[in-house]
T-cell receptor
Framework: QKEVEQDPGPLSVPEGAIVSLNCTYS??????FMWYRQYSRKGPELLMY????GNKEDGRFTAQVDKSSKYISLFIRDSQPSDSATYLC???????????FGPGTSLSVIP | DADVTQTPRNRITKTGKRIMLECSQT?????MYWYRQDPGLGLRLIYY???????NKGEISDGYSVSRQAQAKFSLSLESAIPNQTALYFC????????????FGPGTRLTVL
């Protein structure tokens, strides 16, 4: 079993839709959970991160962590064509700085 | 100018050749990383360096070596390239006070024939 898993997609939605992107993980020691966005032919860039369980909102983006289920989500409201990218979840333990990345989900938002 | 640059951006080479990928940064960060990205496997850590005198193996270091020539420069070498090293390679930087955020370069697409 991989340490971090994501549905690779591709996911295609109409503009304005609510998008839900998800990851599952196996290491219960993970405490920091990150979402990176990667545009085509570019390097990933950090969108947001959360610590432990709960929700965090940043504009149209909401990150949600359920540690009891080892499941994290990223919600995108009012999706825009500019949101079309690959979304990578990532996570790490508190005392260990190495970040483990998921394989990414490809998202296309159709105008 | 980009904060993290990688050269070359694309490279095609043959099995058995020695290849060097270079990374430079102007962010002043102490930490630098090399990853490879393969479809369905995501980003996997090859080597990382927390300062000039610190080099550490990642999860897939076999067949690779690195050199941290200065705080701003971190090179990745493939001593004898093989076809399964065909991948997209990323350099990234970071700081110890913010380990959740890494800053990635644009990537090098390497093809080994």
């Amino acid at each position: 079993q991989k340490e971090v898993e994501q549905d690779p997609g591709p996911l295609s939605v109409p503009e304005g839709a609510i998008v839900s992107l998800n990851c599952t993980y196996s290491n219960s020691a993970f405490q920091y959970f990150m979402w990176y966005r990667q545009y085509s032919r570019k390097g990933p860039e950090l969108l947001m991160y959360t610590y432990s369980s709960g929700n965090k909102e940043d504009g149209r983006f909401t990150a949600q962590v359920d540690k009891s289920s080892k499941y994290i989500s990223l919600f995108i409201r009012d999706s825009q064509p500019s949101d079309s990218a690959t979304y990578l979840c990532a996570m790490r333990e508190t005392s260990y700085d190495k970040v483990i990345f998921g394989p990414g989900t490809s998202l296309s938002v159709i105008p | 100018d980009a904060d993290v640059t990688q050269t070359p951006r694309n490279r095609i080479t043959k099995t058995g050749k020695r290849i060097m990928l270079e990374c430079s940064q102007t962010k002043g960060h102490d930490r630098m990383y090399w990853y490879r990205q393969d479809p369905g496997l995501g980003l996997r850590l090859i080597y990382y360096s927390f300062d000039v005198k610190d080099i550490n193996k990642g999860e897939i270091s076999d067949g690779y070596s690195v050199s941290r020539q200065a705080q701003a420069k971190f090179s990745l070498s493939l001593e004898s390239a093989i076809p399964n090293q065909t991948a997209l390679y990323f350099c990234a930087t970071g700081v110890g006070t913010s380990p959740n955020e890494q800053f990635f370069g644009p990537g090098t697409r390497l093809t080994v024939l």
